[in-house]
């Protein structure tokens, strides 16, 4: 493919970033962290902590899921 071809617009996979790692000293940092990921747009993230930090879905923007209530239904 010679390079007369190539769209200035789609940078090579070389060049992509696949992913970044952030650490932070205390839950209320990851809080307000993940608000502002969240805030500025982006859909495909996560958080890892060692032990549950509660308001985390929340700040990450996670809706809640029916699946309980279609559970719920079949089960019953």
């Known amino acids: 493919m010679s390079a007369a071809t190539v769209k200035p617009s789609i940078r090579p996979i070389e060049s992509r970033r696949w992913g970044l790692r952030a650490?932070?000293?205390?839950?209320?940092?990851?809080?307000?962290?993940?608000?502002?990921?969240?805030?500025?747009g982006f859909k495909r993230w996560?958080?890892?902590t060692p032990f549950p930090v509660h308001g985390l879905d929340t700040a990450m923007g996670i809706r809640r899921t029916k699946l309980p209530w279609v559970?719920?239904?079949v089960g019953l």
Do not use: F, N, W
């Open 71 to 73: 559970v719920l239904t």
């Open 46 to 48: 996560d958080c890892m």
């Open 23 to 40: 650490e932070y000293e205390t839950p209320g940092e990851l809080l307000h962290a993940a608000e502002k990921i969240r805030d500025a």
